[in-house]
């Protein structure tokens, strides 16, 4: 029973372009949604957060919207860098744990 | 302030046997979750630790135990180890139960031949 989805295995993007990871969930009852980025051998690194109360939370080149009624959310970044090539994880919280999307590996060419 | 620390990097266990991971919190943090990646997957749940009491554990069977300390590092056992089991196992810090930010350790790559 995958209750967060990433259905994009994979996205690359021209530097300087946005870059758009999207993520479906199931479970109404998560009140909060992260993502986090992760390199090779390193552990996720948090990224930023959105609660369930909102619709868009932003931090720098970074932006996640919330579509409660669609159940899905996605992470925005304006402008793509090479060094945002990594593994990005969607994950939401319900009482206190974690569960996690599968990852889309995003490359962000020159 | 010393990140979240997890020893060894890789192991190399046979089918059947035991292994224990280890891992450091961050600083100031009393809570530790341990997740089991495997590859191509994200990250899954395998149980919580806060203040040397679990508080919540996944879809594992009882074979995957843990254990708090009370300078809050955290210990993983797995028994009876089984090809399935090979994976990227992750420990991650936090203050509290209720912080939804957790801080993730580089892992340990477990390989079971």
């Known amino acids: 029973d995958q209750q967060v989805k990433q259905n994009s295995p994979s996205l690359s993007v021209q530097e300087g372009r946005i870059s758009i990871l999207n993520c479906d969930y199931t479970?109404?009852?998560?009140?909060?949604f992260l993502w986090y980025k992760k390199y090779p051998a390193e552990g996720p690194t948090f990224l930023i957060s959105?609660?369930?109360?909102?619709d868009k939370n932003e931090d720098g080149r970074f932006t996640v919207f919330l579509n409660k009624s669609a159940k899905h959310l996605s992470l925005h970044i304006v402008p793509s860098q090479p060094g945002d090539s990594a593994v990005y994880f969607c994950?939401?919280?319900?009482?206190?744990?974690?569960?996690f999307g599968q990852g889309t590996i995003l490359t962000v060419h020159p | 302030e010393t990140g979240v620390t997890q020893s060894p990097t890789h192991l190399i266990k046979t089918r059947g046997q035991q292994v224990t991971l280890r891992c450091s919190s961050q600083s100031g943090h009393n809570t530790v979750s341990w997740y089991q990646q495997a590859l191509g997957q994200g990250p899954q749940f395998i149980f919580q630790?806060?203040?040397?009491?679990?508080?919540g554990r996944g879809n594992f069977p009882p074979r995957f135990s843990g254990l708090q300390f009370p300078n809050y590092s955290s210990e993983l056992n797995v028994n009876a180890l089984e090809l399935d089991d090979s994976a990227l196992y992750l420990c991650?810090?936090?203050?509290?139960?209720?912080?939804?930010?957790?801080?993730f350790g580089p892992g340990t790559r477990l390989t079971v031949t």
């Open positions: 959105i609660s369930s109360i909102k």
């Open positions: 994950a939401a919280r319900v009482y206190g744990k974690l569960t």
């Open positions: 630790y806060y203040r040397e009491e679990e508080n």
């Open positions: 479970n109404s009852m998560f009140d909060y």
């Open positions: 991650a810090s936090s203050s509290g139960t209720v912080t939804y930010e957790q801080y």
